[in-house]
């Protein structure tokens, strides 16, 4: 009985060492794994670390990101093809700008020119009413407002003399001629009466500008016209009326 006992128990160092390496072995084989797993999972996250997961929680989207995302790119980065450029105006011309010549005054004083005989053109008409009258018609040709200053100086044939201004058809303001306008002078060439003296016919006439040397030819009737120490002029203004009244 007691041999009996004895071979149902066998022998276990031979089978605890095994089991030990065994145990061992896997172990190691497990730490292995787990340290490959670590690495890849440290890779991974910092890759992703690098792109934010929203748009709007880091770095701006890249010019590559999709149509969605370029929609929702940040102002002042418009996606190309699509708006206008940074710094570009979507609105009508700059304020400034428009000003610039719709609002030039060319009757201030800064925007005219004295009327010369180099931008102007004269003519003269001799009038039977009113009697022994002539007018003088200065026509702007330059491309600026130009002012006439003054009275006319006028220059006959043979007078030694320019003729006085008429004092009382002095206008309030300088007459002043937009491109193509007109001003008016008269000239009372001789007396109605036959009082004024040294009387003779001029065939040739020459019209000057207060400020200026130049003078401009106009012409006369080809028979000439009567003057004498009468001879008068007005100053310019702008209307035939006020340079006959």
């Known amino acids: 009985m007691r041999a009996s006992v004895r071979r149902a128990h066998p022998r ?3 089978f605890a060492g095994a089991g030990l390496a065994a145990v061992a072995l896997a172990t190691l084989t497990l730490a292995a794994c787990s340290q490959s797993g670590e690495g890849e999972g440290v890779r991974k996250e910092g890759a992703a670390s690098s792109q934010p997961s929203k748009q709007g929680e880091g770095a701006p989207p890249s010019e590559s990101s999709s149509p969605s995302q370029a929609g929702q790119a940040p102002q002042g980065k418009p996606t190309a093809g699509k708006g206008p450029s940074a710094g570009s105006s979507t609105g009508a011309t700059p304020h400034g700008a428009q000003r610039t010549g719709a609002t030039h005054d060319p009757y201030a004083p800064e925007n005219r020119v004295p009327c010369t005989a180099a931008n102007t053109k004269v003519a003269a008409a001799a009038l039977s009413r009113p009697l022994n009258h002539m007018l003088l018609t200065v026509t702007n040709t330059g491309s600026e407002m ?53 009387g003779y016919t ?8 207060q400020g ?15 003057i004498d120490s009468s001879l008068r002029v ?8 006020d340079a006959l009244s």
């Open 146 to 198: 130009c002012d006439l200053k003054g009275y006319p100086v006028v220059k006959f044939e043979g007078a030694q003399s320019v003729p006085p201004v008429m004092e009382h058809s002095k206008p309030q303001a300088v007459t002043s001629l937009p491109p193509g306008g007109k001003g008016y002078a008269a000239v009372i060439l001789s007396a109605g009466d036959g009082s004024g003296g040294d």
């Open 12 to 14: 276990p160092r031979p």
């Open 212 to 226: 200026s040397d130049a003078m401009a030819r106009a012409a006369l009737p080809a028979k000439g016209v009567y």
């Open 202 to 209: 001029a065939r040739s006439l020459e019209v000057g500008f």
């Open 234 to 241: 007005t100053y310019w203004v702008s209307t035939t009326e």
